[in-house]
């Protein structure tokens, strides 16, 4: 039987997460939720990050037409298997999956502070408590560190440290930092770290409130509700960010560093591919690369399908049977309890090797 690789896995922080594992001298600075009259609370830099619907951080446990109402509380959006290591490895076996890539999730909200020694906390307490979850859970599960990139020289030593923990890549937040794209050079030891490991780095859809990473933000600023939110966020921030990668010559400065797009879907590749390849030759003049750029989407970028898509097929005859990955996106709000039934319907029609690479077999090279 082949293997079974969940690449869009997340837990949800313990609450006090980081008053427990901040160092003592940041402790009065934790991440934490508080009741500020009465409503839920998230604080992050000592600034109210989110109030009032913190259990749809989470939430796939949940009825979703009541998490707005404020009838749930952030622990009412975590089911056990979100930060129980026993508990998930129990879930996985319900699922039939045998390991499973795990990002964080409040992690990936924006650290409102421009206290780079307090971001830099941040980030080693939840590396610290994931590893301790990676330890209890064992090779089951791939933990993805989580680095400030707004400090490079600090997330580079952080990513450093994860990296002899046994983490297997990094959360790479798809928006520039500081005018800076993700593909320019100064993140060049970000990247270069990963390379020489053998790990990807994994560009991951995030949850921001304004900045450059908010896809099509005049379409928000009118409030077009949920659906066109989660429906095109998601490869409204991967697509800029995969050009990036791409257009700016990381891959001709790192011709083996690998690539993972998550919780984007694939279907989008093939088009972004046929769509860069062919306005590079019109331009190619003013950006020479050593390929073109969908030789590099097919050589050093994976893609994590979601459930129940139509398209990977498709994908797999265009970007490669070894490029295509699947992802439940547990316990988040846009995810379904039985993601792993409906994945496995979606490669039904496969032929079975191509069903197996999709379920794991990719997966189980990359993270071997």
């Not at 690449?7 to 009065?28: F, G």
């Not at 500020?36 to 992050?44: F, H, K, M, R």
């Not at 297997?168 to 593909?183: L, N, Y």
């Not at 046929?274 to 190619?284: N, S, T």
Request: proline share 8%.
């Amino acid at each position: 039987m082949s293997i079974v690789i969940d690449c869009d896995a997340h837990i949800m922080e313990p609450a006090d997460l980081w008053q427990r594992y901040l160092e003592p001298r940041y402790r009065d600075r934790a991440i934490r939720i508080e009741d500020i009259d009465g409503v839920e609370s998230l604080i992050i830099g000592e600034q109210v990050v989110l109030a009032g619907r913190l259990a749809g951080l989470g939430g796939a446990n949940l009825p979703r037409e009541e998490l707005a109402t404020g009838k749930y509380r952030y622990a009412d959006g975590c089911p056990p298997a979100s930060y129980d290591p026993a508990a998930r490895l129990k879930l996985m076996d319900e699922w039939g999956v045998d390991r499973a890539v795990l990002f964080p999730t409040v992690g990936i909200l924006p650290f409102p502070t421009e206290d780079m020694d307090l971001a830099n906390a941040y980030c080693r307490a939840y590396n610290t408590w994931q590893s301790e979850f990676h330890q209890s859970a064992g090779s089951r599960v791939i933990p993805m560190a989580l680095v400030n990139w707004h400090d490079i020289t600090g997330a580079a030593a952080e990513l450093a440290r994860c990296l002899r923990m046994g983490f297997g890549g990094v959360f790479v937040p798809p928006e520039t930092v500081r005018g800076i794209r993700p593909g320019q050079p100064p993140f060049d030891p970000i990247w270069r770290l990963c390379d020489e490991a053998g790990v990807p780095g994994c560009l991951h859809v995030i949850v921001r409130f304004g900045g450059a990473a908010v896809s099509f933000a005049p379409w928000h600023e009118t409030q077009p509700g949920p659906n066109f939110t989660f429906g095109l966020g998601a490869p409204g921030q991967l697509m800029p960010a995969i050009t990036s990668l791409i257009m700016d010559g990381l891959f001709d400065r790192l011709p083996t560093l690998k690539v993972v797009s998550v919780e984007a879907g694939c279907g989008f590749a093939g088009y972004l591919m046929d769509r860069l390849d062919e306005k590079y030759a019109f331009f190619r003049h003013m950006a020479p690369l050593a390929m073109k750029p969908g030789d590099y989407m097919k050589r050093n970028f994976y893609f994590v399908a979601e459930p129940e898509e139509r398209t990977i097929d498709a994908m797999l005859d265009l970007v490669g049977e070894d490029r295509i990955f699947w992802g439940s996106d547990f316990p988040h709000i846009d995810s379904h309890m039985h993601a792993h039934e409906l994945i496995r319907a979606s490669v039904a029609p496969l032929s079975a090797p191509r069903r197996a690479r999709v379920l794991g077999d990719n997966a189980a090279k990359l993270w071997a």
